[in-house]
């Protein structure tokens, strides 16, 4: 699976959007770009995945460049329960996979 | 969806002794993941489980040290043997039924 390069951590206002960057530059075309979250003490939780199109949920946008090297998460309206490690993941299959966690970005929504 | 439960949630251990972890899902899977989160860090991935079959360790894990169980589509236990203070994470585990991957509450273990 390709590799994901995220920044360490982001503030964002709370009621403001916040916009999560993440670089796959290596990924291929057959490789899914997944988005999870992990709140304080709690196990990571789902968000929102996609190939090649944009893609809303209720949750959030994901927004996948062109030549699908980069993408954004976008959390419209933070809340400050918003605050949590946000994981970027670049995987193969979309079901029965093994997800390999990164860093991830460290969001703090503030009040 | 999936709904996951772990037991136990927390425990304190002396080291040298094992504690099993229990998971169980609330639907049928074909496969269970086993992850370690160590204080301030990420998931790491231990082992991949499927009912029926010797579970699949990630490297740096073996199976002497971290013995898993997966006896049918709906339950697993993972053991942490002859454990050390080393081993204080919270362990986790994960299935996915479809597109999603879903993760239990975890169980905090603590190793003195």
């Known amino acids: 699976d390709a590799k994901t390069t995220q920044p360490t951590s982001m503030d964002c206002a709370e009621g403001r959007a916040a916009n999560l960057p993440c670089n796959h530059s290596?990924?291929?075309?057959?490789?899914?770009v997944y988005w999870y979250r992990q709140i304080h003490s709690q196990g990571p939780q789902y968000i929102i995945h996609?190939?090649?199109n944009n893609e809303t949920n209720e949750m959030a946008s994901l927004i996948i460049t062109e030549d699908r090297k980069s993408s954004t998460l976008i959390l419209p309206h933070a809340t400050l329960r918003d605050t949590a490690v946000y994981y970027c993941?670049?995987?193969?299959?979309?079901?029965?996979?093994?997800?390999?966690f990164g860093a991830g970005t460290r969001l703090f929504v503030k009040a | 969806s999936a709904v996951i439960s772990q037991k136990p949630s927390r425990d304190i251990c002396q080291r040298g002794t094992s504690l099993t972890i229990q998971c169980q899902v609330d639907?049928?899977?074909?496969?269970m993941f086993w992850y370690r989160q160590q204080p301030g860090q990420s998931l790491t991935l231990i082992a991949t489980?499927?009912?029926?079959?010797?579970?699949?360790?990630e490297s740096g894990f073996v199976i002497d040290k971290f013995p898993i169980s997966r006896p049918n589509l709906t339950f697993s236990t993972l053991t942490v043997s002859n454990m050390s203070p080393e081993d204080s994470s919270i362990y986790l585990c994960?299935?996915?039924?479809?597109?999603?991957?879903?993760f239990g509450p975890g169980t905090r273990l603590t190793v003195t």
């Open positions: 994960s299935v996915t039924p479809g597109d999603e991957q879903y």
């Open positions: 290596t990924i291929s075309g057959n490789e899914y």
């Open positions: 996609g190939l090649k």
């Open positions: 993941i670049v995987t193969r299959d979309t079901g029965g996979f093994k997800t390999i």
């Open positions: 639907s049928q899977v074909t496969m």
């Open positions: 489980a499927n009912q029926g079959s010797e579970a699949t360790y």
